[in-house]
């Protein structure tokens, strides 16, 4: 009878004889069974951390756990999703590929940095540290053939090439070692080796800067536009007269290497040797990178030295909020990583970045803006731990 009326609804046909069936019906579909809301909310949210279907098993204790008449709560269920081997090997590679390279494309080989991302998140360890500490996550001793090198990506593409399991197989390790450099001289994830090839290479250095603006406060120099500061540190190499017309410089050149040049400085003495394949440090000695076409403007900036400013703690862009217990200067390209790491404005991006990956959807509402608020408070409030910025956001959008 039920399959009658269902066939009459679907082509049109009068039903009047069996309205007092339909009612039913339609009231036995308005009032179905909650487990079932939230068994599709545990796929969902399951689906959307590890990219892969939950086990029978699984998606039984992630319904339990997000059910509120049982023990348990959503954010388990969101932690047992992320114990899939898959948010690590898939969902976390493709969240931090982009950042390893120019284009921006998530179709890169597992690298250095991609795997210290994930063995942070992995381990919870403090976020706001990516760029400062002297860390690398490398596959265990013996895992696969090739060991972890200064000079290529052997290993790293091995353990993607092997289908290693991530989540257990990799551990954390001392940068400054595998790098051949000193601990004082790490940074982080800019200080990596996929890093090194994608921004210090050639160029001018700024374009880590640029790149860590991008990839980690979520801002690039467009927005960080400000013609209001002093000039005084813009190198040589940045003409004052563009195509003979220093308006050019003045309303636009200005805006971006005012505050850009300053910072950029931290990073005088690195290079990306491309014929040995590896990061170049040489301490005390400023790379001679940071000379190139001296001649557009003598009187310009020299680099003497790998000391560095920000000039954005003042003027528009202090909204960034950089943290007050720090100076806003140092020396060295760790000293600037704790500066950007420690920013509300690195908080915020890499929630809203979760929250994109996990939502496939930027925040668009109220509701939205508000809870990201929230996870970025607790972010900032307990230790920096992405894993937990990952469940709440996809707790949050579980029935979206």
């Known amino acids: 009878m039920k399959d009658i009326l269902l066939k009459r609804l679907r082509t049109g046909q009068p039903t009047r004889l069996y309205q007092p069936l339909l009612v039913v019906l339609l009231s036995a579909i308005l009032i179905a069974p909650a487990h079932a809301g939230y068994r599709e909310q545990a796929k969902r949210v399951h689906d959307r951390l590890a990219g892969v279907p939950p086990s029978e098993a699984v998606l039984q204790q992630m ?28 969902t976390l590679k493709n969240f931090a590929a982009p950042w390893t390279n120019r284009d921006q494309s998530v179709f890169v080989p597992l690298n250095d940095y991609i795997a210290t991302v994930i063995g942070m998140i992995r381990d919870d ?15 265990r001793p013996g895992v696969v053939a090739a060991a972890p090198s200064a000079n290529n990506n052997t290993h790293y593409e091995q353990l993607e090439a092997n289908n290693i399991n991530l989540r257990d197989e990799l551990q954390v390790a001392s940068q400054s070692a595998i790098q051949n450099i000193p601990s004082s001289a790490t940074a982080g994830v800019m200080t990596s080796r996929a890093a090194s090839e994608a921004f210090f290479i050639a160029g001018t250095n700024r374009a ?22 002093p000039p005084d540190r813009i190198r040589q190499d940045v003409s004052r007269s563009p195509g003979g017309d220093s308006r050019l410089f003045l309303n636009n050149c200005i805006g971006c290497h005012t505050g850009m040049d300053p ?13 040995a394949g590896a990061l170049e440090y040489t301490a005390g000695v400023v790379q001679p990178k940071y000379f190139n076409n001296d001649l557009n403007f003598p009187p310009g900036f020299r680099t003497p030295d790998d000391s560095w400013d920000n000039y954005w703690r003042k003027g528009q862009n202090s909204y960034l909020g950089f943290d007050p217990a720090l100076t806003g200067s140092g020396q060295g390209a760790k000293s ?3 500066e950007l790491g420690n920013s509300q ?15 496939l959807r930027d925040p668009q509402d109220g ?8 996870i ?8 920096y731990r992405m894993k937990q910025v990952f469940a709440d956001a996809a707790v949050h959008c579980m029935g979206q």
């Open 63 to 90: 319904e339990d756990a997000i059910n509120p008449a049982l023990p348990g709560n959503a954010t388990t269920a969101a932690y047992i999703a992320m114990d899939n081997v898959n948010f690590y090997n898939v």
């Open 125 to 139: 360890h403090p976020f706001n540290t990516l760029l400062s500490d002297d860390i690398t996550y490398i596959g």
């Open 208 to 229: 880590m800067f640029r790149f860590t603006l991008l990839n980690h406060l979520c801002n690039d120099m467009e927005q960080m536009h400000d013609p209001s500061l």
């Open 263 to 275: 910072m950029a400085q931290a990073f005088a003495y690195y290079n990306y040797d491309e014929n």
């Open 336 to 338: 600037l990583g704790q």
């Open 345 to 359: 404005a690195f908080a915020a991006c890499q929630v809203k970045k979760a929250f994109r990956a996990v939502c």
């Open 367 to 374: 509701a939205d803006r508000s809870r990201v608020d929230e």
């Open 376 to 383: 970025i408070t607790a972010f900032r409030g307990t230790g």
